[in-house]
């Protein structure tokens, strides 16, 4: 017999890059404004430090702060499929 296992919930931090202020905790390396090839429009791209390496990310998406003090992208609507916003936490 197989043994399951469910994530424990954490919460994590993160803001959506280009559509609210940076937090303090944002280092970014790099911000341009190029073309987004997915929609055809001039967007904000950026790139942070990540425990893999430089990670880019487009405006729209999201930098989250894990429990660690880690940073890492994630595109939108994986970002809204997989997280719901705690409104009363305790910091």
């Known amino acids: 017999m197989t043994r399951k296992f469910i994530k424990r919930p954490i919460i994590v931090e993160a803001f959506q890059f280009g559509y609210e202020e940076e937090p303090n905790w944002f280092a970014v390396k790099h911000v341009v404004i190029t073309d987004n090839p997915k929609t055809g429009k001039r967007e904000l791209k950026g790139c942070i430090e990540t425990l893999e390496g430089e990670a880019w990310f487009w405006e729209g998406d999201y930098v989250i702060r894990g429990v660690k003090g880690e940073l890492y992208?994630?595109?939108?609507?994986?970002?809204?499929?997989?997280?719901d916003e705690v409104v009363d936490s305790i910091s």
């Open 73 to 83: 992208p994630c595109r939108r609507d994986i970002f809204e499929e997989t997280y």
